[in-house]
């Protein structure tokens, strides 16, 4: 089992840039997929981003070119970096783990949340 806590989210004005860091606790952290979905006001939970245990990363095409996500295996973390943002940007950002090597871009196919980070993007 692993236990996830996200951080780094906050206010930033359109244009900018954050960073959303996911540590996870437990010994196995390598043997996770990790991945970033977010949620708006009124909308469902969508994908963001995954990486797998060997590197392999997707994103979705909305955040294609904007964010980035790779992590530290030895810091137990998941990093999700976003730039140029958009006010649709807006939505709680949530680090979820999917036990195995390969990736997911369903929320029904990640094991493990965390809590979630509030993410605004001013216009």
């Known amino acids: 089992q692993v236990q996830l806590a996200e951080s780094g989210g906050g206010l930033v004005q359109a244009g900018g840039s954050l960073r959303l860091s996911c540590e996870a606790s437990?010994?196995?952290?390598?043997?996770?997929?990790m991945g970033w979905f977010r949620q708006a006001p009124g909308k469902e939970r969508e994908f963001v981003a995954a990486i797998s245990w060997g590197g392999d990363t997707y994103v979705a095409d909305s955040v294609e070119g904007r964010f980035t996500i790779y992590r530290d295996s030895a810091k137990n973390t998941v990093t999700l970096q976003m730039s140029s943002l958009k006010p649709e940007d807006t939505a709680v950002y949530y680090c979820?783990?999917?036990?195995?090597?390969?990736?997911?871009?369903?929320?029904?196919?990640?094991?493990?949340w965390g809590q979630g980070t509030q993410v605004t993007v001013s216009s």
């Open positions: 437990g010994r196995t952290f390598s043997s996770y997929a």
């Open positions: 979820a783990a999917r036990v195995g090597y390969y990736t997911g871009t369903s929320d029904v196919q990640y094991d493990y």
